[in-house]
């Protein structure tokens, strides 16, 4: 499945030995200490060509690797608000020139400056960036296998593990709406998970989503009479040898294409709407990566909700009042916001896992919503309940993807958000969203958490509650696709990288 798999190279590799075809390095400013033969190519270089240094360049060096050498500076990385980042940008861009130029077998060498806790990870970074740069869709014909050498003394069983997961992420996020419908998204799953110590159920028949989860099937009432798109809800569940210290229990929302439904996406808005799966994508892709991995003292379930929310005849409409899983009745309010329905049935069978689990932490991934975006820019928008605040569970993922080139930005749940979904009449209970766009909405990004938590169930588990459980909303609709092309360009693969950092420290 992967297009790239990580190796120890031998220490004499750079010269030749192995098979390796380009040798590429990523600095700051090339210094080279530990390698003077290079310091002297490099040096050389530079007296002629004044691009060394300043952007992506291909010399010619015979007696090296496949005589390429790639040199990828990350600029200034001391500036006070630089991150990690600059590390994977330039290995991403440095991978491509290498395989542009014919490499298929690439040597990476990281030379930074040594002391500064903001690239502790940057060895394994580098080789994330240039797993992202070498990766290609799954329907380009050409797929040749690319071998990377890490000369940094990175985990390679962990790198490769976790670049699958990766892998998987962004071939489930990046299909088109028919590559990728929710049939064939359960399918690629089904054959994902295969041969991985998981237990994975595929629930495809119409009357018991209609009857377990009502709030997905009504944004997919419309797509049950097409079967290549009808609904599917994906379990996958990992349990470990031994004794259980934790349980983490993750939604992920999987629309696999959106139109906005009866609220029709207009104005170009509709275009880029595949991607609105990329939240049961990344959890894919974690899950993947656990699999492989197989860490002991953790139990994980995640639950993906796929549905295409489309227009028709049976298409459910705004002022329709329907009971969600857990027993909360719900108007709709705008058939736009169909994200948040389909995370809360997810999440109401995902509580009922909570109960008696060993320390259980919830978590929801989606492309929620455009406020994300407006509010943050390019980050991702985590959202706590007062459990997982009071644990600084946010702030732990702020850490850790600040240190993985994933980082996220921190909001605060208010009593006005839950005012914001109250029912407005004795006939529901909650208002799944206001008539407008996000975008435009005040705490659109945060409102959402507060109807999750009361459709759900999870509004009963708080930190009074018998069992208090912790929970973190997770919208990555900034950050699912790469920020350079927002419709078209390459999925991230995030957070699967900073989910996996966080569940070994926790």
């Known amino acids: 499945m992967a297009q790239v798999e990580f190796f120890t190279p031998a220490e004499d590799a750079q010269f030749g030995e192995g098979g390796w075809d380009a040798l590429l390095v990523v600095s700051q400013d ?15 270089a530079a007296s002629v060509d004044q691009r060394i240094g300043k952007e992506p360049t291909l010399l010619l060096a015979p007696g090296l690797a496949g005589g390429r050498l790639v040199l990828a500076p990350t600029g200034d990385i001391s500036d006070d608000y630089e991150d990690v980042r600059r590390v994977y940008e330039a290995a991403e861009e440095g991978a491509k020139m290498a395989y542009r130029s014919g490499a298929r077998a690439i040597l990476l060498l990281l030379d930074l400056p040594g002391g500064d806790p903001r690239y502790l990870n940057a060895p394994e970074v580098a080789a994330l960036g240039c ?24 985990d390679v069983s962990r790198l490769n593990a976790l670049e699958a997961g990766r892998v998987a992420a962004r071939d489930l996020c990046g299909g088109d709406p028919e590559q990728m419908a929710p049939p064939a998204f359960a399918d690629y799953c089904v054959s994902l998970f295969a041969e991985e110590p998981v ?21 997919s009432r419309t797509s049950f009479a097409v079967a290549r ?10 349990n470990p040898e031994g004794e ?14 959106d139109t906005g439904g009866a609220d029709l996406k207009v104005g170009g808005a509709m275009a880029g709407m595949s991607r609105d799966k990329g939240g049961a994508a990344a959890t894919a892709g974690f899950m993947k990566a656990v699999a492989m991995l197989r860490p002991k003292g953790i139990r994980i379930i995640a639950e993906l909700g796929l549905v295409r929310n489309a227009l028709g005849s049976d298409a459910f409409v705004p002022d329709e009042i329907i009971t969600s899983h857990a027993g909360a009745r719900v108007r709709i309010g705008n058939t736009d916001a ?14 009922q896992d909570a109960q008696g689990a060993v320390s259980p932490k919830v978590f929801s991934i989606a492309t929620l919503t455009g406020h994300v975006v407006r509010s943050y820019g390019p980050y991702t928008g985590v959202v706590e309940n007062s459990v ?119």
Not at 30 to 44: G, I, K, S, T
Not at 229 to 237: G, M
């Open 229 to 238: 798109h009808a609904a599917r809800v994906v379990r996958v569940e990992y």
């Open 338 to 351: 169909e994200g948040r329905l389909v995370l809360a049935d997810l999440l109401s069978h995902l509580r």
């Open 244 to 257: 259980v210290h934790q349980t983490w229990l993750i939604a992920g929302k999987g629309v696999t294409f």
């Open 388 to 506: 997982a605040r009071r644990g600084q569970q946010g702030q732990l993922m702020q850490q850790i993807g600040e240190r993985w080139g994933e980082p996220v930005e921190i909001s605060t749940l208010r009593r006005e958000d839950f005012a914001q979904v109250a029912g407005r009449s004795e006939s529901e209970d909650l208002l799944s969203s206001n008539n407008g766009a996000s975008v435009n909405i005040s705490r659109g990004h945060q409102f959402p958490q507060a109807f999750l938590l009361k459709a759900s169930g999870l509004d009963k588990h708080q930190l009074a509650s018998d069992q208090p459980i912790p929970y973190l909303h997770v919208d990555i609709a900034a950050t699912a696709v790469e920020k350079r092309d927002p419709l078209y360009g390459k999925p991230s693969a995030r957070p699967v990288a900073t989910l996996l950092a966080m569940m070994e420290e926790l």
């Open 30 to 44: 090339f210094a080279l200490d530990a390698n003077p033969e290079l310091n002297q190519l490099v040096a050389h």
């Open 199 to 219: 237990e994975l159920t595929v629930i495809d028949d119409q009357e018991q989503l209609v009857r377990e989860y009502p709030l997905l099937s009504a944004v």
């Open 131 to 154: 797993g992202q740069g070498l990766y290609l869709n799954p329907d380009v014909d050409d797929q040749p296998q690319v071998r990377v050498g890490l000369m940094n003394g990175q």
